[in-house]
């Protein structure tokens, strides 16, 4: 790694102050310290490249001084606010990177209860606001990843559908202004509030680069950084305060009288498909979510139903998975899902509920009977209105990963299904993966509005401090990119997972083959222009221009935009 003078350090003391910037190794390393680390680094280590130095920033001024800053000294810059994947760190081990880590910006700065409107800092999650905006009579999407994600990182810069999206719309989309760094060290502000109009609108009026920093998974911290952002907000006919009650872990949350809770099963994947459809067609539901797949269809119900009993231990999930009377609960909710109604009055809910068992009747479906009793319904209802419970995804053996996700219409997803079922159990023979079921696959009922796009995500249960697990979990990541090809699928997530540990050229070189280059080559010119000293990581994708067409030929280092020989 290249030496950075101390003047940038004592430069960025200057502006932080000397108690919110370190260099200490010990510090350091636990901000590389990173789940999924060990699957893309080498000799399956479990911290991804330390950072030179972590900085926590108190203000939008702050963040643009300090990135300057790392301009002048040629120190790359990654934020972090919640963390969840390990491309949250610096990527390369030869790129000095100053982590931000933006915690300190925690405060919400508007809550517009009449046009539904939040504003809030990076470090602000999804609890804390759920919490204020409830008393109001409103309500948040809470992404996958849990209450205690960032709301500006899932809004901003990455993925941003939940459980309730069908309802509350997914946080990408909710995205109305918001504040952004570039790596140039510039302040940018997208929507309304670049026209000095406020914070209501993600598009204008007059021209908006939202494009730039959006799109499906958003710019993973590799494009500068956001410090604020408005989000839409949404009805919320519960409670104004949560009052959960029974022993933990196994909360429950009461279940208002406007409101029915549900798990429903489905004879097939072609039926659950049927179902989505008609339930996006009658425009019914608030929390619309496949949730207890996570831990595997032969494992879930004996989990669940240890979970819930106070008395119970992980110790108890083997026995009770043998018991017949789980077995039959096993089969029927198998190919299931959770919806939760949320109705404006007592007639509302009731018609809604009709629309419901004539949709579950008319699709050949049924209601899980044992999941739909007052307990576990209540413990459904706690799981899903918070998302509290995201410990549950490394409950087998500490260590998970997410693969396929592909999103489409329920015709496309249901389509890629068995393939990924196979592979799992293919793969779970080793010995080395949890031996869950092939079908530990869970999503959000819709990722848009309304309805009509969604995703299954194979959850991989793995034990990160076994090395020969995690090589399984490493083949079972390329065997279903494999699978993809073979079956003209497109790839999943273990793909986006992978590409972290890879060189810029073999990113480049896969990327190459996409069919639409236009987009990358117009990525080139955008970084180009707000990042022209490289500062940003190759999570916001691009390629060289001419790269795949020629021989490659980089001349800028690696990492940034440079041009090949015949375009020079």
């Known amino acids: 790694m290249k030496e950075i003078s101390r003047d940038a350090y004592r430069a960025i003391e200057d502006i932080v102050g000397p108690e919110h910037v370190t260099d200490d190794p010990a510090l350091l390393d636990s901000y590389a310290f990173q789940w999924l680390a060990e699957l893309v680094r080498p000799n399956l280590s479990h911290y991804m490249p330390r950072p030179w130095a972590v900085v926590m920033p108190k203000s939008t001024e702050e963040v643009a001084a300090v990135t300057k800053v790392c301009n002048k000294y040629g120190v790359k810059v990654k934020p972090i606010s919640t963390g969840w994947y390990h491309w949250a760190a610096p990527l390369k081990d030869d790129e000095p990177t100053v982590q931000f880590d933006m915690r300190r910006m925690n405060r919400i ?34 992404i996958g990843a849990g209450c205690s994600t960032s709301i500006v990182a899932s809004a901003s810069a990455y993925f941003g559908g939940g459980p309730s999206s069908y309802f509350l719309g997914s946080n ?163 190919v299931s899902f959770q919806i939760i109604l949320q ?13 419901l068992d004539e949709i579950i009747r008319r699709t050949g479906c049924f209601k899980v009977e044992r999941f739909c009793e007052q307990d576990f319904a209540e413990f459904t209802n706690m799981y899903l209105q918070r998302m509290g419970h995201k410990h ?19 015709d496309f997803v249901k389509g890629y299904v068995k393939t990924a079922i196979d592979g799992f159990e293919r793969d779970q023979k080793s010995g080395l993966l949890v031996e869950c079921g092939g079908d530990a696959m869970m999503g959000c009922g819709s990722t848009l509005g309304g309805g009509g796009f969604f995703a299954l995500e194979q959850f991989v249960s793995y034990d990160p401090n076994d090395d020969d697990s995690v090589r399984a979990c490493i083949k079972h990541m390329e065997d279903a990119i494999e699978d993809c090809k073979k079956n003209g699928i497109p790839l999943g997530k273990e793909y986006l997972y992978l590409q972290i540990g890879w060189t810029d ?38 390629i060289p221009e001419g790269w795949g067409k020629e021989k490659p030929i980089v001349t800028a280092e690696a990492g940034k935009p440079g041009k090949s020989a015949a375009a020079r």
Not at 110 to 137: F, H, P, S, Y
Not at 191 to 202: D, E, P, Q, R, Y
Not at 394 to 399: D, H, K, P, Q
Not at 519 to 529: D, S, T
Request: charge should be negative.
């Open 172 to 334: 990408s989309d909710n995205l109305l202004g918001q504040e952004w760094v570039t790596p140039a060290g510039d302040v940018i502000r997208t929507g309304s509030l670049s026209s000095g109009c406020g914070w209501f609108c993600g598009e204008g009026p007059g021209p908006s680069p939202r494009a730039i920093t959006r799109g499906s998974l958003g710019t993973r911290g590799g494009l500068g950084v956001f410090t604020k952002c408005a989000v839409k907000l949404g009805p919320w006919e519960g409670p104004p305060v949560l009052e959960p009650k029974g022993k933990p872990p196994a909360y429950r949350l009461p279940i208002p009288e406007s409101f029915r809770v549900y798990t429903v099963g489905t004879p097939s994947f072609e039926a659950l498909a049927n179902i989505y459809y008609e339930i996006y067609d009658n425009a019914i539901g608030y929390i619309f979510h496949r949730q207890f797949n996570l831990a595997g269809a032969d494992l879930a119900a004996a989990l669940w139903l240890t979970y819930l009993d106070p008395k119970g231990t992980m110790n108890d999930v083997e026995t009770r998975s043998k018991d017949p009377e789980v077995g039959k609960i096993s089969d029927e909710a198998r």
């Open 505 to 542: 050229e073999r990113i480049w070189n896969d990327l190459a083959k996409m069919p639409q280059q236009f987009v990358l080559n117009f990525q080139r010119k955008i970084k180009e222009a707000l990042d022209p000293n490289g500062l940003g990581d190759r999570n916001y994708p691009w």
């Open 392 to 410: 549950c995804n490394f409950i087998w053996v500490g260590g998970y990963m997410g693969s396929w996700m592909q999103p489409g219409t329920p």
């Open 109 to 142: 700065l508007e809550i517009d209860e009449k046009n539904m409107v939040a504003v809030v800092e990076t470090g602000v999650i999804c609890a804390q606001l759920q919490a204020e905006v409830m008393k109001r009579g409103l309500n948040i999407n809470i």
């Open 343 to 355: 109705g404006r009055s007592t007639a509302d809910i009731e018609l809604q509920d009709r629309i």
